[in-house]
């Protein structure tokens, strides 16, 4: 990247208006693995974190969606997913996915799917699992990715994360 690029990400990050289609950039260009490489260790980069670590502070639920598209994209590679790690990203995606509405499930399990593909150890495994096992029986929603989220959290953790009482609130009523 030259320094013309680097001016134009500089403009959108300075521009405080339309956070969401801020994002939205952002997360289509850090979608692409050689770019989140190229900009792994730059200002870019810090800046939009410390975005993302602010707002995480008094979030909106169309920050929150904004946030999790930016770490989906990021999830979606190897190069990201280390990002995401390197970067103490993982512990506040914990805490929106604890706060956050049904409307962003379907986010939170691909990144949650994604993360634990590239076998990145997720913070908090037990009370993820517990809300997950909660998601199985009310959520209304395809329990088909809370099952592949499940499966991937409890074989890359370190901790005994399933609870014998999730098992028998969630798991025995499918049986």
Known sequence: M???HFQILDLILDSNECFEMKFSIFSELYS???FCSEMQKNEITTRIID???????????????????F???????????????????????SQIFFLASQK???????????????????????????????????SGFDIHPIIIALRNIISISSTQC??????????????
């Open 71 to 93: 770490i989906l994209a990021l999830s979606s590679h190897q190069t990201g997913c280390q990002l995401l790690n390197d970067e103490d990203l993982l512990q506040p995606f």
């Open 32 to 34: 692409n693995e050689f």
């Open 104 to 138: 962003v499930l379907n986010l939170s399990l691909k990144i949650l799917i994604n993360l634990t593909n590239a076998r990145i150890e997720i913070p908090q495994p037990s009370l993820i699992v517990s809300c997950l096992m909660i998601d199985l029986l009310y």
């Open 51 to 69: 975005i993302i670590l602010k707002s995480f502070q008094d979030p909106s639920e169309s920050s929150i969606k904004s946030i999790l598209s």
């Open 162 to 175: 399933v609870q014998e009482i999730d098992l028998q609130h969630s798991i025995l009523p499918l049986l």
């Open 2 to 4: 030259n320094t013309f």
